[in-house]
């Protein structure tokens, strides 16, 4: 397949270099198998936590498990995994300090692990395990290079960190006019203005102030993955697109997936009104008749809009639900009639 074989290159190797190759692979055998060992036991912890629910249980499972076999894939060390106490930038141009995800001028000290990031997403992209970040104790000070208990200024060099600082998160962020409250009820950090918002309790989430009473209720909606890119939206920096169904996704995901689909892709309702298309499909249908040997097959459909089940003409392409005139149907079957 054009290409070096390797498979006997360890025979031409020098006694050193066999040497060598054999305790790099012992190393690595070893560390493989701690590594196993500690996701087994992470595994076991979560299958045995009676506080969690079947659902989060799997969830938690699944990430343990995607971050374990992404792992091994990851590019080499930055800088700050190679040197902690080395500086990081935001805006290395500019001279902003922080990482690609936060402007700040402190790294935090996982509790987890005892190891230095920049931020708590920094860690999880880096480590096999998630951050508990309202855990951290400590903080580290990009200037004077002082490990310290988390602040909004440096106790040592009196420099403040962030123009935004939650305790209660140890969230830092130095972004100018940016917004951000702390929510109590999401027990996070939310931008934008609290003003703007309010907290739903069924949902569990911040919405907009336009949807109070005006959407519809899912209990712990935005506590799952999105169904396009599959990454938990509840803690996600992403802002969140909410449908009239109820389910929600990645505003970014929303925009992409729309260009080519209309409907909901947790429970396949119409994410818009689509009146108008419809009416289209109306004269599409009615344009092109089909052959006469099926004008004597009836098709038993159910709508994904009104949830109502309804008979209709066999159609190739197309069945209207005769109790809303939505196009969103499913065909269940289909029967030649006398």
């Known amino acids: ?33 701690s590594s196993d060992v500690d996701l087994r036991k992470r595994i076991r912890e979560i299958y ?4 969690l629910d079947s659902q989060t249980k799997a969830r938690k499972i699944q990430r343990l498990m995607t971050a374990s076999a992404s792992q091994a894939s990851k590019p080499e060390p930055e800088a700050w995994m190679v040197d902690p106490h080395e500086k990081t930038y935001h805006d290395k141009g500019q001279k902003i300090l922080g990482c690609v995800h936060y402007a700040r001028k402190a790294k935090i000290q996982a509790a987890c692990c005892n190891e230095i990031f920049p931020c708590r997403i920094c860690h999880d992209e880096s480590k096999d395990h998630p951050i508990v970040w309202h855990e951290t104790k400590s903080m580290l ?11 909004k200024v440096c106790g040592e060099c009196n420099t403040e960190m962030a123009r935004y600082y939650c305790d209660k998160c140890k969230l830092w962020d130095d972004q100018p006019n940016q917004s951000i409250f702390h929510c109590d009820e999401c027990g996070i950090c939310r931008t934008g203005n ?5 907290h739903c309790a069924t949902c569990n989430v911040c919405m907009t102030i336009s949807m109070k009473d005006n959407h519809k209720c899912i209990e712990r909606s935005l506590e799952s993955d999105c169904p396009i890119c599959g990454e938990y939206m509840f803690t996600s920096r992403t802002a969140i697109a909410f449908l009239p169904c109820g389910h ?75 109790h809303c005139s939505s196009y969103n149907t499913i065909v269940l079957q289909t029967d030649k009639v006398a």
């Open 48 to 51: 045995q936590d009676s506080s």
């Open 1 to 33: 397949m054009g290409g070096v074989d390797t498979r006997l290159s360890a025979f031409h190797q020098t006694s050193s270099s066999s040497s060598l190759c054999r305790r790099s692979s012992s190393s690595s055998m070893s560390s493989s198998s």
């Open 248 to 322: 929600c996704l990645h505003r970014s995901c929303y925009t992409a997936y729309s260009q080519t689909a209309y409907k909901c892709p947790t429970c396949l309702k119409s994410m818009t009104d689509m009146s108008h298309y419809f009416q289209f499909l109306d004269r599409e249908v009615a344009q092109q008749p089909m052959p006469k040997e099926y004008s004597h097959y009836i098709s038993r459909i159910f709508c994904n809009d009104c949830e109502m089940r309804s008979d209709t003409r066999y159609h190739f392409f197309h069945h209207k639900c005769t």
């Open 141 to 151: 000070c990009m200037l004077c290079n002082t490990l310290q208990s988390p602040a």
């Open 194 to 198: 609290p003003e703007d918002y309010f």
